[in-house]
C-alpha cells in the first residue's frame, strides 16, 4: 500500500468541511472520482505530486469566491503552501514522522513541487541549527548542494560532495560522520531556511538556485 501523503489529509479536512464531495474536486482535475479516493487513503499515489497543490488551489478558490462560509485560508498573489514535516535528521538517520502542518512559503513559479522539515540535530551547525525550517524542492542536486536525502524510511539533511564514482553526505559540523552516499536516494535540494531569533523574531533566507556549503566556506 502507498504511503499517505500528509497533504491528503488537509484535502480531505477541507473536503468534508465545505460539504465537497470527491466527485466536485475530481471534476475540477479531470480525473475519476475514484482515483481522487485511492489518493485520499493512500491507496494509490499521484505520478505528479503537483496535484496536491492543484487540489489545495482549487478549494481556496471555492472559498475565495464566496460559495462557502468555511474558513480554509486563501492564497495570496505569489505564496503558496507547501507541507513542513517535522524531525529530519543532523544528526545521523532519522525515521521520525508525526502530524503535519501547512507554511507559506514564496511561490517562484516554477512548479516543483516544495517541503519543508524541521532540523533535529547539530551536524549541520552552524549552517542550520536545531528548530531551523529547512525548505526543500524536487530538483537535481549538484556538488556542494543542500540535499534531503533517505533510504528505506531513513532521511537526513547533509551536504552532497561528488568525487569521481564517490558520493559522500557530509556534515557542516566536523564533530559528526561522512555518510556513503551510494546507498541514499537524494530527494530534494534545500531552497530556504527559517530561523527564529531570541525573542521570537523570525529571519527567512531564501536560495532560488539552492542552499551550497563547501568546507572551506563560511555558512
Not at 105 to 113: A, C, F, L, Q, T
Request: hydrophobic share 35%.
Amino acid at each position: 500500500m502507498a504511503q499517505t501523503d500528509p497533504r491528503a489529509k488537509l484535502v480531505e479536512s477541507a473536503l468534508t468541511r465545505l460539504g465537497l464531495s470527491n466527485r466536485w474536486i475530481a471534476s475540477r482535475l479531470d480525473v475519476s472520482h475514484v482515483t481522487i479516493g485511492k489518493w485520499l487513503s493512500g491507496e494509490a499515489r499521484p505520478r505528479d505530486m503537483s496535484v496536491w497543490q492543484r487540489m489545495l488551489d482549487v478549494l481556496r478558490q471555492y472559498e475565495s469566491e464566496g460559495m462557502s462560509s468555511g474558513t480554509l485560508e486563501l492564497k495570496r498573489a505569489g505564496i503558496r503552501t507547501i507541507p513542513v514535516y517535522p524531525g529530519i535528521s543532523a544528526g545521523g538517520l532519522n525515521s521520525v514522522f508525526a502530524d503535519v502542518e501547512m507554511l507559506e512559503v514564496k511561490d517562484w513559479g516554477n512548479g516543483r513541487d516544495r517541503w519543508a522539515r524541521i532540523v533535529d540535530g547539530y551536524s549541520m551547525s552552524p549552517l542550520l541549527e536545531p528548530g531551523d525550517i529547512v525548505i526543500f524542492e524536487d530538483r537535481e542536486p549538484e556538488p556542494w548542494h543542500v540535499v534531503h536525502a533517505f533510504d528505506d524510511g531513513e532521511d537526513c539533511v547533509k551536504v552532497l560532495r561528488r568525487s569521481g564514482t564517490t558520493v559522500e553526505l557530509v556534515p557542516v559540523n566536523p564533530d559528526y560522520s561522512v555518510i556513503d552516499g551510494r546507498r541514499m536516494n537524494v530527494k530534494g535540494v534545500a531552497v530556504g531556511r527559517i530561523r527564529k531569533g531570541p525573542h521570537d523574531e523570525t529571519y527567512t533566507a531564501d536560495y532560488p538556485h539552492g542552499m551550497r556549503y563547501r568546507p572551506d566556506s563560511a555558512p
